[in-house]
C-alpha cells in the first residue's frame, strides 16, 4: 500500500522520516465468476488505495453486502445463476443498499444489454476486456457522487425534516432517510410505500399547502408540497408534530353520551364494563364507539384512547 512520509525528529533533535499509511480511497465490492478477472481488478484497486471485497456470484455478492456496504459495485453482467442484472436489481431494491452505485463489467456492447443494465439500477458500464485507466475513472466518478449525494441526503434529516419525491405516478423517486422511518412508522409496513389515498392527497396539494396523518402514537405526520422539483415529480416535506388532543376532541363533536363512553374506555374499561356502568347493552357501547372512531378520524380502540388520554391531562 503506498505511503507518506511525514517529517519528525530524535533524541538529538535531527529531523527523521516517520512512515505513515495513505488513507484508503474507499471500499469496492468486485463481483466475478472469472479468477483471472478478479486477481487484476484486486490488484489494480488496492495499488489505487481501495479496500476490495470479492464474490464469485450474485448470491456471495448479496451476503457480502450483509455485512458490509461498499462505495461502489463492479459488477459482471453475465454469470452462472443470479444474473448481474438481477443482483443489481436486489441491491436497488434494498433501502440500505439503494445509494450504492452499481457498474457494470460485460462483454455485450450491443445496445439492449446496455439498456438492460440501466433498467435494472446499474448508473454505468465498462466493456470488456476490462481498461484499466477507464474503470479507475469512472470508479472514481461515481464512488465520489455517491458519497456527496449520501451527505446530502444525510444532512437534510438534521433539522428534523424528511425529504420525500413522488413521480406522478406515485411511486417513490427519493426519500432521505427520516422520511422512511416516518413512512414505515405511521403506515407500518417494511416496505414504506404509503397507501394510494394518502399519495393521492398529498399530489393533489397547492405549493405550499399541508396534508396530515394522524397516529395512534400522539403524533401527526404532516406533508407539506413544494411544488415540482423535477421532471414530473413533487417534493414533499414531512415533519412529525405531537397532535394537540384536547382541539383535536372539541373538533369532533362528540355527543355527551359518546364522551363518557370514551372516558371509560380511556380508563381501560370493556364494552361490557362500559354497559354495566352506563346502564346500556354492550351493543349500544360498540355502536357509541364506531360514531367515536368516525368523528375522531382513528381506526383502532388503542388510538381513540391515547387520544382521550392527552386531552384528559
Known amino acids: 500500500m503506498p505511503s507518506t512520509s511525514t517529517p519528525s525528529s530524535n533524541n538529538s533533535g535531527h529531523p527523521m522520516t516517520v512512515e505513515t499509511a495513505s488513507p484508503p480511497h474507499g471500499t469496492v465490492l468486485v463481483v466475478d465468476d ?4 478478479l486477481r487484476w481488478l484486486c490488484d489494480l484497486l ?9 464474490a464469485r456470484s450474485g448470491e456471495e455478492a448479496l451476503e457480502r453486502l450483509e455485512y458490509a456496504v461498499p462505495d461502489a459495485v463492479l459488477l459482471d453482467a453475465v454469470m452462472p445463476g443470479l444474473s448481474g442484472f438481477e443482483t443489481c436489481r436486489r441491491i436497488k431494491a434494498n433501502p440500505a443498499w439503494s445509494h450504492v452505485p452499481v457498474i457494470f463489467m460485460t462483454g455485450l456492447s450491443e445496445t439492449d444489454s446496455i439498456v438492460r443494465g440501466f433498467d435494472s439500477g446499474g448508473v454505468d458500464y465498462v466493456v470488456k476486456p476490462v481498461r484499466a485507466e477507464e474503470v479507475l475513472a469512472r470508479l472514481a466518478t461515481h464512488a465520489r457522487n455517491a458519497r456527496v449525494a449520501r451527505m446530502a441526503r444525510d444532512a437534510v434529516d438534521v433539522g428534523g425534516i424528511g425529504v420525500l ?3 406522478a405516478r406515485g411511486r417513490i423517486a427519493w426519500r432521505s432517510p427520516q422520511a422512511e422511518a416516518w413512512l414505515r412508522d405511521r403506515f407500518g409496513s417494511d416496505d414504506p410505500r404509503p397507501p394510494a389515498g394518502w399519495i393521492a392527497q398529498v399530489l393533489a396539494l397547492a405549493p405550499g399547502e399541508e396534508a396530515a396523518a394522524d397516529g395512534a402514537d400522539g403524533h ?3 406533508a407539506k408540497s413544494l411544488g415540482r422539483a423535477g421532471l414530473d415529480e413533487t417534493m414533499l416535506l414531512l415533519q412529525r408534530r405531537e397532535e394537540a388532543a384536547g382541539a383535536r376532541l372539541d373538533d369532533a363533536a362528540l355527543t355527551p353520551r359518546e364522551t363518557e ?12 364494563d362500559i354497559a354495566e356502568i352506563l346502564g346500556m347493552s354492550p351493543r349500544t357501547v360498540n355502536k357509541h364507539l364506531e360514531h367515536v372512531f368516525e368523528k375522531l378520524g382513528v381506526e383502532t380502540r388503542a388510538a381513540a384512547a391515547a387520544l382521550a388520554s392527552r386531552a384528559l391531562r
Open 165 to 167: 419525491l413522488l413521480d
Open 46 to 54: 488496492e495499488a489505487e488505495r481501495y479496500s476490495v471485497l470479492v
Open 261 to 272: 363512553v370514551l372516558s371509560w374506555v380511556a380508563k381501560g374499561k370493556t364494552n361490557r
Open 220 to 222: 401527526r405526520l404532516v
Open 34 to 37: 472469472a479468477p483471472e478477472t
